[in-house]
């Protein structure tokens, strides 16, 4: 089955600045406010805002100045102002040289970096440098016209690592290239930038123990730290076709009207690309530092997803890239028959989206089998996990 999912689009998109957004909701996982984080308080951008007791999550600090509004388990809420508060100092930028590994990992996580991704076990490092899904079109423009930031992020990747080879996976017929990485051609078709889909056409096989895999916009957070020495603050995200570079907690609602989308009752905004991303219920949140998309999905262009039953047309066994049955295991998984998608290899579903997208009956495929994996205890790709 032919399915129409470039990943790639003809003309550079570059990176667009929003100027005189005038709040932020920069969002928590989990984290609590740091000492002094209060509302009312007034903050100078950069300013350490919450923090994490978790490695894999790198500290918050304030993405501009302001003074904070509220404070809830969700978010920070800033109101901004083009001057740092009375008094205050500007925060120095930090000296990542010279540092040891274990320094060097505490100092990025300080600094808002989650190391995690850089520092798995592996022989070789891939760098995921196709646009993830359709819908995302920012990979060409940061291969090309930030190089700098990508080579500030390599250098410290190649103290944290302990690979032996880097590769860089590219769409054919790309010019890009990074010092010291081999460049790995693939034909720019969706699943193809999903990790097990790429490590396959790398290795032939589907996952390898030897191989850890980065996405662009990882390795594009970390050189942001990297090449000014200052907290991570910023992130790139395409929005309808367009890419911008903004303040980590842009409102949502700020980024559609700077891409002029004028969201209509029944309309859908998904935050993540246009076969993983979730539906938003409010718009009222700001983007965090892994967002990649947001799409605007105007009402009735296409059919809602309903629990319809499975018409047995097969549709999704051939769409499927892992060789999975989905008409099964979304059986299994709607009527909460877990054993039998253990049977039917849940843990191998890659989160694709293609079964979803094929259905004729619109079955809410991906909903189910989320639903399974977080019973069964799977790691799901709601958090943006590679594999
Ligand atoms: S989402 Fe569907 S098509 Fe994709 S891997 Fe999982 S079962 Fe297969
Ligand atoms: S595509 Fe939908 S209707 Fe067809 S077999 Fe798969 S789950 Fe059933």
Redesign the pocket.
């Known amino acids: 089955m032919k399915l129409p999912f470039i990943l790639t689009v003809p003309d550079k998109r570059p990176l667009e600045e929003l100027h005189g957004i005038t709040t932020l909701l920069v969002p928590l996982r989990g984290h609590t406010p740091a000492p002094g984080i209060k509302k009312r308080v007034a903050v100078a951008a950069n300013t350490l805002l919450a923090v994490h007791p978790d490695m894999s999550l790198g500290e918050i600090h304030a993405p501009c100045h302001g003074v904070i509004k509220d404070i809830t388990t969700r978010h920070i809420e800033i109101t901004c102002s083009e001057t740092p508060p009375e008094g205050s100092q500007p925060v120095a930028p930090v000296d990542l040289s010279g540092l040891d590994e274990q320094a060097l990992c505490s100092a990025l996580k300080e600094l808002g970096v989650s190391v995690r991704p850089f520092t798995r076990p592996c022989k070789t490092f891939v760098i995921n440098g196709l646009n993830p899904e359709p819908g995302m079109v920012y990979a060409e423009e940061v291969l090309s016209s930030h190089k700098e930031i990508l080579e500030a992020a390599l250098a410290l990747v190649k103290r944290l690592s302990p690979a032996t080879e880097y590769v860089l996976a590219l769409p054919a017929g790309s010019h890009s290239s990074l010092d010291g990485v081999r460049n790995h051609f693939v034909k720019p078709e969706y699943p193809i930038s999903l990790a097990r889909p790429l490590i396959k056409s790398l290795t032939g096989k589907e996952s390898s123990a030897d191989i850890t895999m980065v996405r662009l916009h990882d390795l594009f957070g970390l050189g942001l730290v990297a090449s000014s020495g200052l907290p991570r603050t910023r992130t790139v995200l395409s929005v309808q076709g367009r890419n911008f570079l903004v303040p980590v907690g842009t409102p949502v609602q700020t980024l559609l009207d700077a891409a002029l989308v004028s969201v209509k009752p029944g309309d859908t905004v998904v935050l993540g690309g246009a076969m993983r991303g979730q539906a938003l219920s409010v718009l009222r949140r700001g983007i965090d530092k892994d967002s990649e998309a947001l799409l605007h999905i105007p009402a009735k262009s296409k059919p809602p997803l309903e629990d319809n039953p499975?018409?047995?047309?097969?549709?999704?066994?051939y769409a499927c890239p892992m060789r999975l049955r989905?008409?099964m295991l979304?059986r299994y998984a709607e009527f909460e028959q877990y054993e039998g998608c253990t049977k039917e290899y849940l843990n191998r579903c890659i989160e694709c989206g293609l079964?979803g997208y094929?259905?004729?009956?619109c079955?809410p495929?991906q909903q189910y089998f989320r639903n399974a994996k977080k019973a069964l205890g799977i790691e799901t790709l709601q958090r943006r996990l590679p594999l």
């Open positions: 499975c018409i047995n047309c097969g549709a999704c066994i989905p008409n979304s079964c094929v259905c004729p009956a079955r495929m």
